[in-house]
């Protein structure tokens, strides 16, 4: 199952910032039932997300993250056939919007298409698992846990474990509404799970053989990275209280078990760092394709999407991910488990702590790098879930139940 990440992004109008906001307020206010955008009939989608982003200097821009299943056509076809009228409304308030109404299929879905950001570096936790096979997992595994209470009301827990499983075999081929889980289905095809991993083969074969000439380029590259970061000025105040406690009040508001972050961060001027930046993110990009597949990014168990994307010809970088947990507690999982990658990335954006070598200390100095986090991030004015109960582990776990359901044990 071919997962896509990406982002619409799009000038707003200045003169309707507050008509745009009220409507993504509303939206937000009726996350389920608004008539807007009905995110529970679009069938392919895992989250989404809207935000505003008001810059002195950049403008004001709306963000429309979408991970779904599928090819974007697919995907395309399904949000206009179900959310037309509320696209229309949203999108008027953007620039250069040409449809003349919700009718008007071609324009609008040229004008999103116009306007897609595609991520330089993006992860998967769930590598794999659409949307309905998340749901069918789910309630196979509610099922079973209903039936294993019954088993142990009648006194039958101490059954042997293989007599156990053969009437957990039993009860799922008795129900109809389970017969798709009589087979194990792959998490990936095997082209799937090939391709990628040739990729980064190629990748680093490549830079075997060029090595002799990338050498001295590393060096030169390296004595320049050091003069820079030297000269980098440092971050010198600990946060904006009032943006902080906006962030806050917010946070956690739906009581579920994940949470959404967007942040905006400005590249460091000059050539070097962003294509140093560029660089850093294709081989993130190829890693996480090839290695980092079983729900774990540099060993963050939380993150179900996440994705780096380079804006405004480089000099922005936007960073969108939906995580488990608390804010808190994500940060600290990318400062203990995550901090070389992470300083890798963030280092060539302004205000993030002072580094040495591109990925020594910078989120290291957890104060200063959770308060540049807090700085660069923006208010999710709409986030939706589409199993806002469930973990990355969970959702593994479900897995790993219905593909051993009926296969051979040691």
Same mark, same amino acid.
Not at 70 to 75: A, N, R, S
Not at 307 to 333: A, C, K, M, Q, T
Not at 342 to 368: H, M, Q, V, Y
């Given at each position: 199952?071919?997962?896509t ?6 000038r707003?109008?200045?003169?309707r ?5 009220d409507?993504?307020?509303?939206i937000?206010?009726?996350l ?8 529970t009939?679009l ?20 963000i ?9 056509d ?11 009228? $509320?696209?229309?409304r949203?999108y008027s308030c953007c ?8 009718a008007?299929?071609a324009q609008?879905l ?13 992860h ?7 949307l ?36 957990i075999q ?23 799970w090939?391709v ?9 074969l490549?830079?075997?053989?060029l ?30 209280h ?14 579920i ?6 942040s ?5 001027? $000059?050539?070097f ?19 980092f597949?079983?729900?774990?990014l540099l060993g ?14 480089g000099r ?5 991910s ?19 990658g992470?300083?890798?990335i ?5 205000g ?11 989120a ?24 806002p109960?469930?973990t990355?582990?969970?959702?593994d776990?479900n897995s790993?139940?219905?593909e ?7």
């Amino acid at each position: 199952m071919k997962h896509t990440v990406l982002t619409f992004i799009t000038r707003v109008e200045p003169g309707r910032v507050s008509e745009l906001t009220d409507l993504l307020d509303e939206i937000a206010g009726n996350l389920l039932g608004n008539p807007h955008l009905p995110f529970t009939a679009l069938k392919r989608l895992h989250f989404a997300s809207l935000f505003i982003k008001e810059d002195e200097s950049f403008g004001t821009y709306l963000i429309f993250e979408n991970n779904f299943d599928g090819e974007l056509d697919d995907y395309l076809e399904d949000l206009y056939a179900q959310a037309a009228a $509320g696209l229309h409304r949203i999108y008027s308030c953007c620039r250069d919007y040409p449809a003349t109404s919700a009718a008007d299929r071609a324009q609008m879905l040229a004008y999103l298409r116009r306007h897609v950001v595609r991520p330089n570096a993006y992860h998967v936790g769930n590598t794999g698992r659409s949307l309905e096979r998340v749901r069918q997992e789910d309630a196979l595994r509610d099922g079973l846990e209903t039936f294993l209470d019954d088993v142990v009301r009648q006194g039958q827990a101490g059954a042997p474990p293989a007599t156990l499983r053969q009437k957990i075999q039993g009860f799922v081929q008795g129900i109809p509404a389970f017969a798709w889980a009589l087979g194990s289905q792959p998490r990936q095809t095997t082209a799937e799970w090939l391709v990628p991993r040739l990729k980064l083969g190629l990748a680093a074969l490549v830079l075997l053989l060029l090595l002799p000439l990338l050498i001295p380029v590393a060096l030169v590259w390296l004595v320049v990275l050091r003069s820079k970061e030297r000269s980098d000025r440092a971050q010198n105040t600990l946060g904006n209280h009032e943006h902080v406690k906006e962030l806050v009040r917010r946070e956690d508001r739906t009581h579920i078990v994940q949470n959404h972050m967007a942040s905006f961060t400005q590249v460091k001027p $000059g050539w070097f760092r962003l294509a140093t930046l560029r660089v850093v993110l294709r081989i993130v990009n190829l890693v996480a394709r090839a290695v980092f597949t079983k729900g774990k990014l540099l060993g963050i168990p939380s993150i179900h999407f996440a994705h780096w994307s380079l804006i405004d010809n480089g000099r922005r970088l936007l960073f969108v991910s939906n995580f488990d947990g608390s804010w808190e507690n994500y940060l600290d999982d990318f400062i203990d488990k995550a901090s070389i990658g992470l300083t890798a990335i963030w280092s060539n954006t302004s205000g993030f702590p002072r580094t040495k070598f591109l990925i020594c200390e910078g989120a290291r100095d957890g104060a200063r790098f959770k308060a540049y986090a807090r700085d660069s991030q923006t208010y999710t004015n709409v986030w939706y879930s589409a199993y806002p109960h469930l973990t990355v582990e969970a959702i593994d776990n479900n897995s790993s139940i219905r593909e051993d359901l009926f296969n051979a044990l040691d």
